[in-house]
């Protein structure tokens, strides 16, 4: 062997080595076998091809936080772990998990004053427990070595499952013999049956006083696709504390099993390509002089003019903090968020039969959006250029584990125009000067079990972010005993579409509530209305009858800030420094730019709205309070709805000229169609916040076109050598 090939054999030896070291540490983690699989395959890519640019090798026992709002490490989760363990409140504990294990942010104030070369305020956890039944929220101090119990009051609902739960819960219903008995019965073996825990929500006494998880099972016979085989009308109720089976509801026995053909959708288990589907051939970004951005002491991202903190969250999947813009005038940096993240999810399905109503998930925090983020697959999750982040987690026995390559982050350039502008012969000067768009995007993507949410925080180089929330992955479907519409008299009743024989997708909506903590040049903004009114002129005025007048309001406490969007009354939503003003005297400001979105239609009272009440505006602002992050509580799981964004809300508080936190919720209604079958084509929606007299003028004038000579040339290569 080659010296060299030598070398890179000894390293993808040893790098494959450190892995398995890691993730054999954490092999009590349920779900371990499955990260096995994982670090194969990229291990047998390593060989095949060039490496892309970070394939994570990265060893993280060693890790060490360098900024003021870096996640807790491998050795400071270890520490928590037991200094936690050793505590009184644990040591005589018959049992106890851990649900959250997450660095206790220090205060705005001192993460602002922290710069790059100071010591770091001192480092502490927030630790959410549950031991013997009871819910604890501790504060751990690293340094200072003390375990404190915080006060959060008394709130109805459970915190975060632990993947341990979710996993423990899917096995319970098999200690029930009747169980057993009824799956084959249906004709499911039981070697073929996978089942799924269902967050159950709250409709009164029989949720309260016990952590309970609602349980359904599907066929895996013949399919990796068990989605599209349930088991319909069985739901068990399983005690997620104790592990007992309470309830068995065994409806819906005269409905078959749909079948198996044609629910595959690995690459694997494709026939060949239908004769008609044209294929496409391969297409990749070059980036001949490497990447524009750095990443910098593990999670300070710095492209462009941009700079800010980026971290995976078990919860909320990824922050982005302290994003701040270099202006382009003077250099200096300026904030325009403080923490920007996924708060809650509400997916409430529009089915009231007893299998299927409640069915109304808080995907993060009852599942943990975070928790849920696989790792993503190169070249086809991410580009060929992307940078992959792992996300550092504790499990539920507080030992800390690696979800690997959670996070991507690369630059974007899919053929769209920065600014353009053309002449026309009739002025005689031949002008064509154009800028091309290219983006930095930060990516993950969870699988909330059969769901797939992708979440795109792309920067652009004129100071626009862009959200984007992508929706794919499997539906959730009902078995039916209908093959075809002809056999229902009206498809109306049917709760939603029949997408193949025996299957219904369900309409469901889905609604991502972001936490939006807008600092623009500074903590205290103010939330502006500006509304578009038609006027009329004076007879005589003017030919025109009519016009637009924008007319501009400042909210001064919450309720004025309560906000539903409406076409025919327009509203530009402008977060602005009424402390600073550009050259000419407006305030600096960033808007909040919906686009696409849904309203929630159930009743208020329903009591699934009561937990999703933040769904029921789509921009609500608040005044900074560092206790509501959360906007559907900080117990999600089976709460009442007594605490979240919509009750802080109606204490209406002032928040003008005040440190304030904007939350826009983006939403879908999902009426499923075919096309949904077996797998979900990609549906997206996003919003943008776009800066509003924030520069003095057009931030990205200078920015050069594109030359040919600057590009790369990839000629197709007709050997590899
Ligand atoms: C139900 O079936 C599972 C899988 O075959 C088995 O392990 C379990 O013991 C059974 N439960 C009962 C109560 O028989
Ligand atoms: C901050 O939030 C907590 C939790 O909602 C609440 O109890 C407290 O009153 C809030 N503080 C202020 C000043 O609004």
Redesign the pocket.
């Known amino acids: 062997m080659e010296r060299r090939k030598f070398l890179r054999f000894l390293s993808i030896l040893l790098a494959t080595f450190l892995i398995f070291f890691i993730f054999n540490k954490n092999s009590d983690l349920p779900s371990s076998k499955n990260y096995h699989s994982v670090v194969n395959k990229a291990a047998v890519e390593l060989e095949l091809q060039p490496p892309p640019r970070k394939l994570t090798r990265h060893v993280h026992e060693s890790d060490v936080a360098h900024h003021p709002l870096d996640p807790l490490t491998v050795q400071e989760l270890n520490q928590v772990r037991s200094m936690i363990t050793s505590h009184v409140l644990f040591k005589g504990a018959k049992y106890y998990a851990f649900h959250s294990v997450v660095l206790e942010e220090p205060l705005k104030t001192r993460v602002i004053r922290w710069k790059e070369g100071d010591p770091l305020p001192s480092r502490k956890a927030s630790v959410i427990a549950r031991v013997d039944g009871v819910t604890h929220v501790l504060r751990v101090g690293l340094s200072s070595g003390r375990v404190e119990k915080v006060d959060v009051g008394k709130l109805s609902g459970y915190p975060t499952m632990t993947i341990e739960d979710m996993n423990t819960a899917t096995f319970t219903p098999?200690?029930?013999?009747e169980?057993?008995q009824t799956v084959k019965e249906r004709g499911v073996d039981?070697?073929d049956l996978a089942c799924l825990p269902i967050s159950l929500g709250w409709y009164g006494k029989k949720e309260e006083n016990r952590r309970l998880i609602k349980v359904q099972c599907y066929s895996m016979e013949d399919t990796a696709n068990f989605y599209m085989r349930p088991i319909e009308g069985l739901t068990v109720i399983v005690d997620m504390d104790t592990n007992q089976v309470v309830e068995i509801s065994d409806n819906g026995r005269d409905i078959p099993i749909p079948k198996a053909a044609n629910t595959e959708y690995r690459f694997s288990a494709q026939k060949k390509l239908r004769q008609k589907l044209k294929p496409i051939n391969p297409i990749s970004i070059e980036q001949s002089k490497g990447p524009s951005f750095t990443v910098e002491n593990g999670h300070m991202v710095k492209w462009a003019n941009w700079e800010f903190h980026l971290k995976p969250d078990p919860r909320a999947g990824v922050i982005i903090s302290r994003a701040m813009f270099r202006d382009p005038d003077n250099g200096e940096l300026r904030n325009v968020m403080y923490k920007g993240m996924t708060s809650e999810l509400f997916v409430p399905y529009m089915d009231p039969s007893d299998a299927w109503y409640f069915k109304t998930y808080m995907d993060a925090g009852e599942y943990g959006f975070g928790l849920e983020a696989m790792p993503l697959d190169p070249l086809n999750d991410c580009p060929r250029n992307a940078y992959y982040m792992d996300g550092v987690f504790a499990a539920g026995d507080g030992r800390p584990y690696v979800r690997s390559n959670m996070v991507c982050v690369f630059e974007s350039y899919t053929g769209d125009i920065g600014w353009r502008h053309s002449e026309s012969p009739i002025t005689g000067l031949e002008i064509r000067e154009a800028r091309p768009k290219v983006t930095l995007v930060v990516r993950m993507a969870a699988s909330v079990a059969n769901y797939d949410y992708i979440v795109d925080w792309e920067f652009q180089s004129d100071g626009l972010i862009k959200i984007k929330v992508g929706l794919s992955g499997i539906l959730m479907v009902k078995g039916t005993p209908y093959t075809n519409t002809n056999q229902v008299s009206n498809q109306e009743d049917l709760y939603g579409t029949l997408l193949s024989e025996n299957v219904i997708g369900v309409i469901h909506d889905h609604y991502i509530t972001f936490y939006l903590d807008m600092d623009v040049d500074g903590s205290d903004n103010s939330f502006v209305k500006v509304n578009l009114q038609r006027q009329q002129t004076s007879p005589g005025e003017s030919p025109r009858t009519s016009y637009l007048k924008a007319t501009r309001s400042v909210a001064k406490t919450e309720k004025e800030a309560q906000i539903k969007l409406k076409l025919y009354d327009p509203y530009e939503f402008h977060v602005v420094n009424p402390n600073k003003k550009t050259r000419l005297g407006n305030p600096v400001g960033y808007k909040v730019v919906p686009a696409g979105t849904a309203a929630i239609l159930l009743d208020h009272d329903d009591p699934p709205q009561r937990r999703g009440a933040f769904t029921n505006n789509q921009i609500w602002v608040t005044p900074y309070n560092r206790s509501e992050e959360w906007a559907g509580g900080l117990f999600a799981y089976q709460n009442q709805g007594e605490d979240n964004l919509a009750t802080w809300s109606e204490r209406d508080r002032e928040i003008e000229n005040k440190d304030i936190v904007l939350w826009y919720t983006l939403g879908f209604h999902h009426i499923p169609c075919q096309e949904d079958f077996p797998i979900m084509p990609t549906v997206s929606s996003s919003f943008s916040l776009k800066p509003v007299n924030f520069f003095e003028r057009n931030p990205i004038l200078e920015i050069p076109p594109n030359f040919e000579k600057d590009l790369p040339v990839c000629q197709p290569a007709t050997s590899t050598s």
């Open positions: 098999l200690v029930s013999a169980f057993n039981l070697k």
